[in-house]
């Protein structure tokens, strides 16, 4: 087939792009020793996982442009150039994906409290009843929990925040269990497990993209997404659970399907909570006509209070992580401080000071809460007219919900990455390469260097992107457009 010079160029951009992040995945393996369990932080080349990690997000910013220039490119073509380059991105997403499995986790060890829960949940065992720490000191009371213990190996140990119950919801448990059953207290199961649900998500994208209109090399926003594949397959976060079902819920909705719109979400509520707020939109549609809301309806309820039951036999006290969690967790967040400062001062007149930390915390996560609460009812005001409405609204809940956290880890970004493919807000895409500025303040920390420069992290991250979500916002007012910040995502066809 004959190309032009300009659609050869931009075919060995792809190939560079590709081969790039496959070398780097590549590499990755090598690099991750230096990052073992037994280091010490102040060892481990930090500032090099930095720079690494940065780099690749910010190359990762070039590739809207690289697909709407191609589509422009191609447009006269037929579709075979497309069709191979597809295939181009799938493959190498994959193999990127893969290329992790025996690699080290980079300064992340959140997956030893999956292992030690999976193994809880398979063994027939409340996961929420007893903290690590009980179990490891011997004082659980439970001589099969304390062998089950001792099966471990280390993982038990190496649970971070063992003084309290785990924070993961049931559906996060069973998932947990299921890798236990494939291979006990193995890393490399559950990332190959990440990896299945991973294929789930991009046959999802697929049908989605088609469901919208948009050409499938859009795709590549999440496939080969650096911060999705460091943080899912390296990492191992239990995130890319609930990526296919908001997914799924999204393509039930657009579908206008209620009952698998109650179900879906109601098993990525039981990942994680928040996806919740998206059943107003979801069910929205059906409003004018209340009888089908009934057994949806129902089924999210009875759902939710089956999930509800393990917890709440637990019991929720200050052992409890998701207590703890809400009370107190604030990481890598620069908005929810400056609010609980505002708050402290205004509190100097009504309550004293040994007061002001607890009763500012629960204010601003209040109105947080009220906030959040707020947006998905607006959101779901009118009636979707079509699957980019849904899939607009449905993006804006989840990076809000983001945006408006008080903890907001790298990982916690792929709350609304996928839907980055059908529209990429620049605001949004920036964070790719921004959050990697979390590990960067692990240097700072170990090596004393708070002092020089305090709040320096978090605002290197969030002044730019709260700066560009306004320019955002500002450029969208009174538009009618559907895609108003995401120009580049009109497809050339």
Known sequence: MNLDHTQKIILTCWALAGGGLLLAAALTLPFSGSFGYDTRVIDMPLRTLFVALFALGTAFLALPFLIHRTLKAFHTKPALPLRGLLWFIIAAGLLARLLMLGSEPLMEDDYQRYLWDGALT????????????????????????????QRSGR?????NHPQLRTIYPPIAQAAFALAHQISPFSLTAWR???????????????LLLRALGKSPLWLA?????PLVIKELVNSGHME????????????????????????????????????????????????SSPQKLIAPLLVFATLLVLMAAPVLQAGLDQSSGFVAYTELWKTNNALVPALEGLVRYGLTAFASESQYPHLAALIVRGFIAITLGLLALGVAWKVPQNAGEFALRTLLVCAAMFLLSPAQLPWYALWFAPFLVFYPFYSLALLVPLLQIYYLSFYIAVNNLSGQFGLAPVL?????????LAFELYRCRGTRRTTPCAPLQEDTK
């Open 122 to 149: 398979a063994h027939g065992h409340n996961p929420y009843l007893t903290a690590p720490q009980t179990v490891y000191d011997g004082l659980s009371g439970h001589k099969e929990l304390e062998q089950l213990g």
């Open 155 to 159: 993982v038990l140990t190496r649970v």
């Open 192 to 206: 190959a497990l990440a990896i299945g649900f991973e294929l789930a998500s991009l046959a999802l994208l697929l």
């Open 221 to 225: 926003l999440y496939w080969w997404n």
């Open 240 to 287: 890319f659970l609930l990526v296919p079902l908001l997914l799924g819920a999204l393509w039930a909705a657009i579908a206008h399907r209620p009952l698998l719109i109650a179900f879906l979400l109601a098993l990525a509520v039981g990942v994680k909570i928040w996806p919740a707020l998206l059943l107003p939109l979801y069910l929205r549609p059906f409003l």
């Open 460 to 468: 290197a991250i969030w002044l730019p992107v709260w700066s560009a």
